[in-house]
Nanobody, 125 residues
Protein backbone atom coordinates (compact mmCIF):
# COMPACT_ATOMS: atom_id res chain seq x y z
CA UNK A 1 0.00 0.00 0.00
CA UNK A 2 0.92 3.66 -0.09
CA UNK A 3 1.96 5.61 2.99
CA UNK A 4 2.68 9.32 3.36
CA UNK A 5 5.06 10.62 6.01
CA UNK A 6 5.44 14.34 6.76
CA UNK A 7 8.44 15.94 8.41
CA UNK A 8 9.83 19.38 9.13
CA UNK A 9 7.30 20.71 11.60
CA UNK A 10 8.28 22.44 14.80
CA UNK A 11 8.48 25.76 16.61
CA UNK A 12 9.35 28.86 14.62
CA UNK A 13 9.32 32.55 15.48
CA UNK A 14 7.03 35.00 13.70
CA UNK A 15 8.66 36.16 10.50
CA UNK A 16 10.75 33.03 10.27
CA UNK A 17 10.78 30.19 7.76
CA UNK A 18 10.08 26.48 7.81
CA UNK A 19 10.05 23.77 5.16
CA UNK A 20 7.69 20.82 5.38
CA UNK A 21 8.32 17.63 3.44
CA UNK A 22 6.09 14.69 2.64
CA UNK A 23 7.29 11.48 1.04
CA UNK A 24 5.12 8.73 -0.36
CA UNK A 25 6.28 5.15 -0.08
CA UNK A 26 5.00 2.16 -2.00
CA UNK A 27 4.84 1.06 -5.62
CA UNK A 28 3.64 4.35 -7.10
CA UNK A 29 3.25 4.97 -10.80
CA UNK A 30 1.83 8.48 -10.71
CA UNK A 31 0.35 11.15 -8.44
CA UNK A 32 -2.21 13.43 -10.09
CA UNK A 33 -1.92 16.24 -7.56
CA UNK A 34 -0.45 17.00 -4.15
CA UNK A 35 -1.88 19.32 -1.56
CA UNK A 36 -1.11 20.60 1.92
CA UNK A 37 -3.93 21.16 4.40
CA UNK A 38 -3.89 22.51 7.92
CA UNK A 39 -6.20 22.13 10.87
CA UNK A 40 -6.64 23.96 14.13
CA UNK A 41 -8.46 22.19 17.00
CA UNK A 42 -12.19 22.69 16.72
CA UNK A 43 -12.02 23.85 13.12
CA UNK A 44 -12.27 22.22 9.73
CA UNK A 45 -9.25 21.09 7.77
CA UNK A 46 -8.46 23.76 5.20
CA UNK A 47 -6.48 23.49 1.99
CA UNK A 48 -3.33 25.60 2.03
CA UNK A 49 -1.74 24.84 -1.32
CA UNK A 50 -2.03 22.45 -4.24
CA UNK A 51 0.21 21.48 -7.16
CA UNK A 52 -0.90 19.47 -10.18
CA UNK A 53 1.00 17.07 -12.37
CA UNK A 54 1.52 19.92 -14.81
CA UNK A 55 3.11 22.05 -12.10
CA UNK A 56 0.22 24.50 -11.82
CA UNK A 57 -0.15 25.71 -8.24
CA UNK A 58 -2.98 27.16 -6.20
CA UNK A 59 -2.80 28.79 -2.77
CA UNK A 60 -5.19 29.83 -0.08
CA UNK A 61 -5.59 33.58 0.22
CA UNK A 62 -3.99 33.70 3.65
CA UNK A 63 -0.69 32.19 2.44
CA UNK A 64 -0.32 33.67 -1.05
CA UNK A 65 3.08 35.26 -1.48
CA UNK A 66 4.46 33.57 1.64
CA UNK A 67 4.20 29.80 1.01
CA UNK A 68 5.47 27.81 -1.96
CA UNK A 69 4.50 24.25 -2.82
CA UNK A 70 6.68 22.11 -5.05
CA UNK A 71 6.88 18.46 -6.05
CA UNK A 72 9.64 16.03 -6.96
CA UNK A 73 8.07 13.22 -8.95
CA UNK A 74 11.31 11.24 -9.13
CA UNK A 75 11.24 10.90 -5.34
CA UNK A 76 7.45 11.02 -4.78
CA UNK A 77 7.99 14.07 -2.59
CA UNK A 78 6.11 17.29 -2.00
CA UNK A 79 7.43 20.33 -0.14
CA UNK A 80 5.86 23.34 1.47
CA UNK A 81 8.23 26.26 1.91
CA UNK A 82 6.78 28.58 4.55
CA UNK A 83 8.23 32.09 4.72
CA UNK A 84 7.34 35.07 6.86
CA UNK A 85 5.19 32.86 9.07
CA UNK A 86 2.56 34.33 11.36
CA UNK A 87 1.03 33.09 14.63
CA UNK A 88 -2.13 32.37 12.62
CA UNK A 89 -0.20 29.73 10.69
CA UNK A 90 -0.06 27.57 13.82
CA UNK A 91 -1.78 24.28 13.04
CA UNK A 92 -1.29 20.63 12.27
CA UNK A 93 -0.26 20.36 8.62
CA UNK A 94 -1.28 17.35 6.53
CA UNK A 95 -0.14 16.32 3.09
CA UNK A 96 -2.60 14.80 0.67
CA UNK A 97 -1.75 12.81 -2.46
CA UNK A 98 -4.65 12.75 -4.91
CA UNK A 99 -5.27 10.36 -7.75
CA UNK A 100 -2.44 8.04 -6.82
CA UNK A 101 -1.94 5.22 -9.29
CA UNK A 102 -0.19 2.40 -7.47
CA UNK A 103 0.46 -1.31 -7.51
CA UNK A 104 -1.21 -3.13 -4.63
CA UNK A 105 0.26 -6.16 -2.88
CA UNK A 106 -2.15 -8.35 -4.80
CA UNK A 107 -0.63 -7.11 -8.03
CA UNK A 108 -3.79 -5.30 -9.13
CA UNK A 109 -3.43 -1.64 -9.93
CA UNK A 110 -5.25 0.79 -7.66
CA UNK A 111 -6.21 4.46 -7.67
CA UNK A 112 -6.88 6.33 -4.44
CA UNK A 113 -6.19 9.41 -2.35
CA UNK A 114 -3.91 9.21 0.66
CA UNK A 115 -3.21 11.35 3.72
CA UNK A 116 -0.21 11.76 5.96
CA UNK A 117 -0.40 11.63 9.74
CA UNK A 118 0.19 15.34 10.19
CA UNK A 119 3.00 17.48 11.57
CA UNK A 120 2.62 20.27 14.12
CA UNK A 121 3.73 23.78 13.21
CA UNK A 122 3.77 26.34 16.01
CA UNK A 123 4.55 29.99 15.34
CA UNK A 124 5.39 31.79 18.55
CA UNK A 125 7.99 34.05 20.07
Amino acid sequence: QVQLVESGGGLVQPGGSLTLSCVASGSIYDVKAWAWYRQVPGQERDEVARVGRDGVTNYGDSVKGRFTISRDDNKNLVYLQMNNVEPEDTAVYYCNAMGVHYASRSGVDGWADFWGQGTQVTVSS
